[in-house]
């Protein structure tokens, strides 16, 4: 084999490589607007409560955390099917529980048996925090310890509700032994929206003003993390 044909064999191997390299890089990781459309992904949005079980209570305006769970999950709802072609579901859209009884653990594992029986892609639950310290104040995103993909998904819908520039203290991502993180198989977060022992939290999570920033945060933490898997 002469020079010649050796250089140009090399110049053809490189210009397959670093043409493979770009085209991977600028066409198959961008995320395209089908993307996130988010066709064929079902989302499972789960209101924490329910029924006989009411959650937290508001300290001074009475809040009860399942109604305003369930009315925060709806709205995110409404947001997600606006903007994109997935399917979501919700554990509950009125105030029940799932299982008739009252055995917390069974109940909890009912909402994670639904993610599995709907073949969801990812579970995202939302209740509002309460704690004896009152000063206590700020938004948690909980995920199941030692899962990569969970803390990944909780990481960039923190940052996405904080994006929306909400005055509390960012809290941050917290390992959690919940039962409906530990036992579902996709992605899971329990998102704390503020504490109803609090004050100011507890004006802020009614208010029409941070319902509708945090709906859009929790909206864009959920698309940003689908679209990019
Ligand atoms: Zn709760």
Redo the contacts with the bound molecule.
Sequence with gaps: MNKKIIASSVLIILTIVIGYQFFELDIFNRVTAEDLRLKGKTIMLDP??GGTEQ??KGIKHGTI??DL?LKVAKNIKKELEERTDAKVIMTRDTDTSILSGTDLKKELQARVDLVKKNSADIYVSI????FQDTKAEGITTHYAPSRSQDKKLAKIVQEAIFAQKIDTRNRGVRASDYLVLKENTVPAILI?LGFTSNENDEERMNSEEFQDKSKKGIADGIINFLSRR
Excluded: F
């Design positions: 924490g409560h959650g937290a955390e399942k769970n209740h509002h925090d309460a704390e």
